[in-house]
T-cell receptor, first 115, second 112 residues
């Protein structure tokens, strides 16, 4: 069975601080995908990134970066120089690398960025 | 290219009524997933459909819930005889044969 753990329920930072959201996963699959989604206060779910299990290169996209470490089953997400608009709930998710691809989500981390 | 559309965005029903939630996938997407977000429980998979077929309904309650994705028209999630515990946000996601699911804005169901 697959499992995703986001141990941080809520994080509060002040604008311009860096913040890292942790994600630890469990799976028996040898190939799988990892995802991050953002849920702003308006409620929609916004896709941020997908990572293949065979690609451990870190990725940077603007102020966002992701650190995938297979050895520790972690896929952490860092926001550099946080902004108020980053305030949202962030979900880490896992799916097997097959056509089914149903997502197993963590419970989410609520990030509050204050001005 | 329009994103995933869901309607209604908000739905209020009294106990015992039926709720119908609609999802129009992104253009070119033939795979549809439904997820439910309950308070304190996070997002849970309910059902996975391709055109005219239910592929996996392992996350959907056996009673009162059904889903379809007809050849023409949107996917429908139907909840019969709603109860207060059905109050939640219901999200639809779609994808191509590739593996990234794109989500709609959700339908917030409130059962009075």
């Amino acid at each position: 069975a697959q499992k995703v753990t986001q141990a941080q329920t809520e994080i509060s930072v002040v604008e311009k601080e860096d913040v890292t959201l942790d994600c630890v996963y469990e799976t028996r699959d040898t190939t799988y995908y990892l995802f991050w989604y953002k849920q702003p206060p308006s409620g929609e779910l916004v896709f941020l990134i997908r990572r293949n299990s065979f690609d451990e290169q870190n990725e940077i996209s603007g102020r966002y970066s992701w650190n995938f470490q297979k050895s520790t089953s972690s896929f952490n997400f860092t926001i550099t120089a946080s902004q108020v608009v980053d305030s949202a709930v962030y979900f880490c998710a896992l799916s097997e690398a097959s056509g089914y691809s149903t997502l197993t989500f963590g419970k989410g981390t609520m990030l509050l960025v204050s001005p | 290219n329009a994103g995933v559309m869901q309607n209604p965005r908000h739905l209020v029903r009294r106990r015992g009524q039926e709720a119908r939630l609609r999802c129009s996938p992104m253009k070119g997407h033939s795979h549809v997933y439904w997820y439910r977000q309950l308070p304190e429980e996070g997002l849970k998979f309910m059902v996975y459909l391709q055109k005219e077929n239910i592929i996996d309904e392992s996350g959907m309650p056996k009673e009162r819930f059904s889903a379809e994705f007809p050849k023409e028209g949107p996917s429908i999630l139907r909840i019969q005889q709603v109860v207060r515990g059905d109050s939640a946000a219901y999200f639809c996601a779609s994808k191509t044969s590739a593996d990234t699911q794109y989500f709609g804005p959700g339908t917030r169901l409130t059962v009075l």
